[in-house]
């Protein structure tokens, strides 16, 4: 049998080895001076003001929260498609969580069900305090709708941009926290660009961006201006003045993410160049392909397939299996998140979202990496062929 083709691969150089072992045979391991540059190359790619490295998107989801002061009886929002951490960032806090259906073609978080949903909202008193669209597959969502709605209720916007480093909306990077307070990016190694595990918050508010700062490590700060007056006699080189956590990056992560965003576009186009072949390749077949809306350049992590069912005589879970079965390692992005046990038990019940249910009844994620070949990219489509068209 020939070697299985993953849904998704990080892309390792020989550059990307030897930043990391100059930083092993350096005096640092962690809060040296990797962090900080990584961050600024960060900044410096999203035209944007500030960024805390973290050790995961999930450890900068929960302080992106709490430094938006989201707390017991606050309310967030995001959607069902999207991996679990978007919304147990809430819940970290006390929050309470809440779901706005897809929109049918971007499955990205509808404009129009998240307006209705806030007009509801307002006349109930229980408005959300912060909302978190999520950039799904890489594709921006429609940040200046969502901006003007946050004017109106008056929510603060975390983007889970996970998917999406190197995209761009309206011709800008995303990240550059234009529409939003707070955005954050993960370096997981099947996204984009990976430090092993790894997240960044970044922001244009000095204020927000200090405090996160304070929370990745141990709430503690060494700022005299932040510390406060103690006798003059006694030692204090720092000071712990908020519950924070040890949520930092090491310099061996930030020193490989400093080496893999030289070639961020690099694979970003490559990216779409497999995605655009996935287009022909599959357009003729009982599928639908990513619709790509013109606002936006996707960062394009994931190429999700959706299967038109009425028209292929098999389950999507006969498919996925025997697609799995030859070698192809696809995946489903995502389960409605209200749908797992954790969620049910809050009270979330099968058909609360019905765009997000039915997409999750057709989806599947087929492998889209930039060191994937021609000759496997055909791999893939030949055994998808075989699985949904009928001899
Ligand atoms: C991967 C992912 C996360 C979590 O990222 P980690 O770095 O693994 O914590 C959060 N949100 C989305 C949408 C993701 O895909």
């Known amino acids: 049998m ?6 998704g691969r990080q892309n390792i150089s020989e550059a990307d080895i030897q930043a990391v072992v100059d930083v092993l045979r350096s005096d640092y391991l962690t809060q040296g001076p990797a962090v900080p540059a990584f961050e600024q190359s960060i ?6 003001q500030h960024a805390v490295a973290v050790n995961s998107a999930t450890s900068a989801l929960h302080i992106a929260c709490l430094a938006l002061g989201v707390g017991k009886g606050d309310i967030v929002w995001t959607t069902p498609i999207t991996f679990v951490a978007s919304a147990n960032c809430a819940l970290y806090c006390g929050a309470q969580i809440d779901f706005v259906d897809i929109d049918p073609h971007t499955y990205n978080m509808s404009v129009e069900r998240l307006a209705e949903k806030l007009a509801h909202a307002e006349a109930i008193c229980k408005l ?7 950039h799904l597959c890489g594709q921006a969502c429609d940040m200046a709708s969502i901006y003007k709605l946050s004017q109106h209720y008056g929510f603060k916007i975390i983007e889970d941009a996970s998917h999406a480093i190197g995209g761009k909306y309206l011709d800008e990077p995303i990240g550059n926290c234009c529409y939003s307070d707070i955005t954050i990016f993960s370096f997981h190694p099947v996204k984009i660009i990976t430090t092993g595990e790894g997240g960044i918050a970044v922001t244009n508010n000095h204020l927000l961006a200090k405090h996160m700062h304070l929370l990745r490590s141990h709430g503690i ?6 510390m406060q007056p103690r006798p003059a006699q006694e030692i204090w080189n720092y000071q712990q003045i908020a519950l924070g956590f040890n949520y930092r990056m090491t310099d061996m992560q930030a020193a490989l993410g400093v080496s893999q965003i030289r ?13 655009k072949r996935y287009d022909e390749l599959l357009a003729d077949m009982p599928i639908f392909t990513p619709w790509q809306h013109t606002d936006s350049y996707s960062g394009y992590h994931l ?6 069912l009425d028209e292929i005589n098999k389950t999507q879970r006969q498919v996925y299996e025997a697609i799995i079965a030859a070698g192809i390692l696809v995946n489903l992005h995502y389960i409605p998140v209200y749908r797992q046990p954790y969620f049910e038990e809050m009270g979330f019940k099968l058909g609360y979202c019905l765009q997000a ?11 889209l990496y930039p060191n994937l070949t021609e000759a496997q990219q055909e791999q893939v489509v030949t055994v998808i062929q075989k699985e ?3 001899e």
């Open 2 to 7: 020939t070697t299985m083709i993953p849904y």
């Open 388 to 390: 949904i068209c009928n």
């Open 263 to 275: 070639r961020l576009d690099e694979f970003v186009a490559k990216r779409h160049a497999i995605a």
């Open 43 to 48: 900044v410096d790619y999203c035209s944007v």
């Open 357 to 367: 249910e039915q997409y999750y009844s057709e989806a599947i994620s087929i492998p």
């Open 221 to 226: 700060s060494n700022t005299i201006t932040d």
């Open 303 to 308: 190429y999700v397939i959706r299967l038109k």
């Open 128 to 134: 959300p305090k912060v909302v978190i669209p999520v």
